[in-house]
């Protein structure tokens, strides 16, 4: 279910509606800087999605000086990762790519993987309380036979690196490109994030195979805009943190029904049938959200929020309408949905070693 929110550099990598719970293979995580993993509900500043909890992937800042690094690694079933970076900084520039390569045959029957990634970060000082940060990142990964199917028992004992699905296959292509403007001064600070980002998935899933079997392909690109504001207020021992999110998002998905061969237990082909699916739809959002956070005598520390999402589709039935039977087509529409949510913790410091804390969080996801 769409009920986690991942983020490159606290920009989301896919957009809501096309949420895939793979979907951490477009982010090159082997060569992160450092990840940030968040617990429990986090819509009041991420929005929909954030519900069982956030997995933020931060990029490697550029290096002071000249570096390269390289990282080989191997095992069984013919696996081999390459890891390659260079990175420096000169003047008021500061440059870092990596570069990762993987491939195996799988230890299943029929599954390799084949896998390319990169990050391009370049960092620039325009002052000294201003910057501008531009990453470029891309994911592929082919992966015929979808890492392999459920067995049997007796093969599971005798014949583990069996498949039954040779014919399933996930195949994806990501990237994104983002530029974040960040000013600070001694009291407040101000970034602005906009990004672009392109998504295909082509996938012919194993586990639907024994009753439903298709082909799906789905496309989505995006152009958004994330903006937050940070003030200090000393009297107060006060932090106000304010910010919108703003996002345009078309995209498509067709699903064709496949009528499959087997041998035995075996698929070993298939033939396309009907299209069961096939419509354009684009996603829009507009964002704000507010939190306070405050220390209070006593070493106690609140934090109060709430974000208001304004979000919709809009919706081009490619297809006839269909009201009956397991894959009903509703007609061409558009929906919007609205929603606050509220947070609310309170965190006490018993001891320098020792802390009491209290939350109350609201998430939600859309449809």
Same mark, same amino acid.
């Given at each position: 279910?769409?009920?986690?929110?991942?983020?490159?550099?606290?920009?989301?990598?896919?957009?809501?509606?096309?949420?895939?719970?793979?979907?951490?293979?477009?982010?090159?995580?082997?060569?992160?800087?450092?990840?940030?993993?968040?617990k429990?509900?986090?819509?009041?500043?991420?929005?929909?999605?954030?519900?069982?909890?956030?997995?933020?992937?931060?990029?490697?800042?550029?290096?002071?000086?000249?570096?390269?690094?390289?990282?080989?690694?191997?095992?069984?079933?013919?696996?081999?990762?390459?890891?390659?970076?260079a990175?420096?900084?000169?003047? $008021?520039?500061? #440059?870092? =790519?990596? /570069?990762n390569?993987?491939?195996?045959? %799988?230890? +299943?029957?029929? *599954?390799?993987?084949?896998?390319?990634?990169?990050?391009?970060?370049?960092?620039?000082?325009?002052?000294?309380?201003?910057?501008?940060?531009?990453?470029?990142?891309?994911?592929?990964?082919?992966?015929?036979?979808?890492?392999?199917?459920?067995?049997?028992?007796?093969?599971?004992?005798?014949?583990?690196?069996?498949?039954?699905?040779?014919?399933?296959?996930?195949?994806?292509?990501?990237g994104?490109?983002?530029?974040?403007?960040?000013?600070?001064?001694?009291?407040?600070?101000?970034g602005?994030?906009?990004?672009?980002?392109?998504?295909?998935?082509?996938?012919?899933?194993?586990?639907?195979?024994?009753?439903?079997?298709?082909?799906?392909?789905?496309?989505?690109?995006?152009?958004?805009?994330?903006?937050?504001?940070?003030?200090?207020v000393?009297?107060? $021992?006060?932090? #106000?943190? =304010?910010g /919108?999110?703003?996002?345009?998002?078309? %995209?498509? +998905?067709?699903? *064709?029904?496949?009528?499959?061969?087997?041998?035995g237990?075996?698929?070993?082909?298939?033939?396309?049938?009907?299209?069961?699916?096939?419509?354009?739809?684009?996603?829009?959002?507009?964002?704000?959200?507010?939190?306070?956070?405050?220390?209070?005598?006593?070493?106690?520390?609140?934090?109060?929020?709430?974000?208001?999402?304004?979000?919709?589709?809009?919706?081009?039935?490619?297809?006839?309408?269909?009201?009956?039977?397991?894959?009903?087509?509703?007609?061409?529409?558009?929906?919007?949905?609205?929603?606050?949510?509220?947070?609310?913790?309170?965190?006490?410091?018993?001891?320098?070693?020792a802390?009491?804390?209290?939350s109350?969080?609201?998430?939600?996801?859309?449809?």
């Amino acid at each position: 279910k769409a009920l986690y929110a991942y983020l490159e550099d606290g920009v989301p990598i896919r957009s809501t509606g096309f949420f895939n719970h793979n979907a951490l293979y477009e982010i090159n995580i082997p060569q992160a800087g450092r990840l940030e993993v968040i617990k429990g509900p986090g819509t009041a500043v991420y929005g929909s999605d954030a519900v069982g909890g956030v997995v933020n992937a931060f990029t490697r800042d550029p290096s002071p000086t000249p570096e390269a690094e390289i990282f080989v690694e191997g095992g069984s079933s013919t696996y081999l990762r390459g890891l390659g970076s260079a990175s420096t900084t000169f003047g $008021r520039s500061g #440059l870092r =790519a990596d /570069v990762n390569v993987t491939r195996a045959d %799988g230890w +299943r029957d029929g *599954t390799p993987y084949d896998r390319q990634s990169g990050t391009l970060r370049w960092d620039y000082t325009l002052s000294e309380h201003t910057r501008l940060k531009t990453v470029a990142s891309f994911s592929h990964v082919d992966q015929p036979g979808d890492g392999g199917s459920d067995i049997s028992a007796e093969d599971y004992l005798s014949s583990p690196s069996r498949t039954y699905s040779p014919i399933a296959f996930r195949r994806l292509l990501a990237g994104r490109l983002s530029t974040e403007l960040q000013v600070r001064d001694e009291v407040s600070s101000f970034g602005a994030t906009l990004y672009t980002r392109y998504n295909e998935l082509d996938l012919l899933p194993s586990w639907q195979l024994s009753f439903d079997p298709q082909v799906w392909e789905s496309r989505h690109r995006s152009l958004g805009l994330l903006t937050r504001y940070r003030r200090a207020v000393a009297p107060l $021992r006060t932090n #106000l943190s =304010a910010g /919108v999110d703003l996002e345009y998002t078309p %995209g498509s +998905r067709r699903e *064709t029904e496949i009528e499959t061969q087997r041998a035995g237990q075996v698929f070993t082909g298939y033939t396309t049938g009907a299209v069961q699916y096939d419509y354009d739809v684009t996603f829009w959002q507009t964002s704000p959200y507010v939190q306070a956070d405050v220390s209070l005598p006593g070493r106690v520390q609140l934090s109060l929020g709430a974000r208001y999402d304004h979000i919709g589709y809009d919706y081009d039935n490619l297809l006839a309408a269909v009201d009956t039977g397991s894959h009903r087509r509703p007609g061409s529409t558009g929906v919007s949905f609205d929603r606050i949510s509220p947070k609310l913790g309170a965190t006490w410091e018993i001891a320098p070693n020792a802390n009491l804390f209290a939350s109350y969080r609201e998430a939600f996801r859309a449809p």
